[in-house]
């Protein structure tokens, strides 16, 4: 039987909760984050969350296990587009979490901003990261050499885009 998530929006509150999953050994080695990051940094992100930002949490049993979300491109032109970020706390991951987060992203994405494109940036050896992605309908656009310090070495950095064109039709 498969778990069901409670998606919804991010609020400041959540701050301690999204900050434990950011700081995870688990988990930040295959971030841009840094291991020892202050929960004040995520708390000043959340309460001064700018609106080109679409920040969703899932939570079970009245817990945050997962965060992902759009960011919307400002410029004039390139506005159709996103930069996409998922995380998901350590003790929580192969549970479908990604996959509900990724669900409710891509159909915010479609559905509500009527983005065109969105893109990502994950580390090369993140094979369940690349897995779930491509489920997604993201494919491989380009490597990135030695773009991402991880534990003192350098790494590659795939990116990946999913497009959502022409816009499909429904009847």
Known sequence: MSQSYLIRSVEPSDAAAIHRIKTA????PDTLQLPHQPLSVTEKQLNERPANIHHLVACADGEVVGSA???VNEGMRV???ADLFLIVRDDWQGKGVGGALMRAVTDLADNWLGLIRIELKVIHDNARAIALYEKFG???EGRLRQEQL???KLED?????RLNWPRRAEA
């Open 25 to 28: 050994p688990g988990v930040y």
């Open 69 to 71: 979300g759009l960011i």
């Open 79 to 81: 506005r159709h587009s």
């Open 138 to 140: 993201f494919e491989y």
């Open 150 to 152: 991880r534990a003192g």
């Open 157 to 161: 950095v795939l990116v990946m885009g």
